[in-house]
């Protein structure tokens, strides 16, 4: 990759900034709490690029970045607590967890195969302008190597990423410098999963107990030693399928009924394996046998073991 361009929070700029989002690329955007490392969130490998750029281990999900509340209605169901908390603190340094819509055409990397989606409308400026110029929703952790501080600066998004990414827009230093505060809003009480940017007490003054989140409830994906599961039996690690096996491939593997990429390439296959498992779990059926070939242990092959481990659990 080139080196990263560094693009101002002028008309031209967010004009460049949306053509390299529509064309599948990664740029960092300034929002009030951190610079976020935006893209197509309905574009798997624009998805999938954003984990390898942050060299992120583990497919968490991510937070999709909105213009407005119709938008929201788009892809997540606008519950009467979440209408409640959207009229008070959008656009701001908030973020909700709300029911996918079934359909929503999001990557679904992007919610790591959960049935909610958490979505934000960023009070920024940049941020507003760039998402009216895209016209679409976009995914963004923040724009830093996994492990490293979150960055508030275009400068720290260059010292970071700098010739990772595609491009990151210079909207000066981030005004809440702490990523958002996020609230399960699927039930009727509001649940802190993070706190962040917006106090809690915020909250609370509109007459809403916080409830902690509930142990026995799932929210995130690495909680579950079986799962993104296919109802058929999978074995990992498979250099020579045994007959009746789908085997799912990765680099040259003439005989496979599918692959994760044929040419071995890890972002590739991040962007496919999801689809992959529900393709082999349709080919296997309840009672067949699905096999994935080895995929290397390094970089984004990391979170792919980690899912496909998950897949392959005992349950
Ligand atoms: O301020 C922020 O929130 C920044 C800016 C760029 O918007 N973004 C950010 O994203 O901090 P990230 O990817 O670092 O944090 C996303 C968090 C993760 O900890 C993840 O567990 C949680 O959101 N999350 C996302 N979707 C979720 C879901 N469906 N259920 C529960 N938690 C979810
Ligand atoms: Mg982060």
Request: with cysteine; charged share 15%; glycine share 10%.
């Amino acid at each position: 990759m080139p080196e990263t361009r560094l693009l101002a929070p002028d008309a031209a700029g967010l004009r460049d900034a949306a053509a390299i989002l529509h064309a599948g690329g990664l740029v960092a955007l300034p929002t009030e709490t951190v610079y976020g490392l935006a893209g197509d969130a309905t574009n798997d490998h624009a998805v999938a690029a954003i984990f390898a750029a942050k060299g992120r281990p583990r497919f968490n999900p991510l937070i999709v970045h909105l213009a407005d509340l119709a938008q929201v209605d788009r892809f997540a169901a606008l519950t009467p607590l979440a209408q409640r908390l959207a009229a008070a603190f959008w656009p701001g340094p908030m973020t909700l967890v709300l029911p996918l819509r079934e359909g929503s055409g999001l990557s679904p990397l992007v919610t790591a195969g959960l049935n909610t989606v958490a979505v934000r409308l960023p009070a920024h400026p940049v941020a507003r302008a760039l998402l009216a110029e895209f016209g679409g929703p976009l995914a963004a952790p923040s724009a830093n190597p996994s492990g490293r501080i979150s960055p508030v600066t275009a400068a720290h998004v260059l010292a970071g990423l700098g010739g990772r990414i595609a491009a990151v827009i210079d909207g000066g230093a981030c005004a809440v410098g702490l990523e958002s505060t996020i609230l399960d809003a699927t039930g009727a009480a509001p649940v802190l999963l993070r706190a962040g940017g917006l106090a809690t007490e915020a909250v609370e003054a509109l007459g809403l107990t916080l409830g902690s989140p509930r142990t026995d409830k799932i929210t995130a994906p690495g909680q579950l030693a079986s799962h993104y599961a296919p109802r058929g039996r999978v074995r990992l690690d498979v250099t020579a399928p045994e007959a009746g096996e789908i085997w799912v491939g990765f680099g040259p593997c003439p005989v496979a009924a599918l692959s994760l990429s044929q040419t071995g390439d890890l972002t590739e296959a991040a962007a496919r394996l999801f689809h992959a498992l529900h393709e082999a779990d349709t080919l296997a059926g309840p009672e067949g046998r699905i096999a994935f070939a080895p995929v290397p242990d390094t970089g984004l092959g990391r979170a792919i073991n980690d899912r496909l481990r998950r897949a392959a659990a005992p349950r």
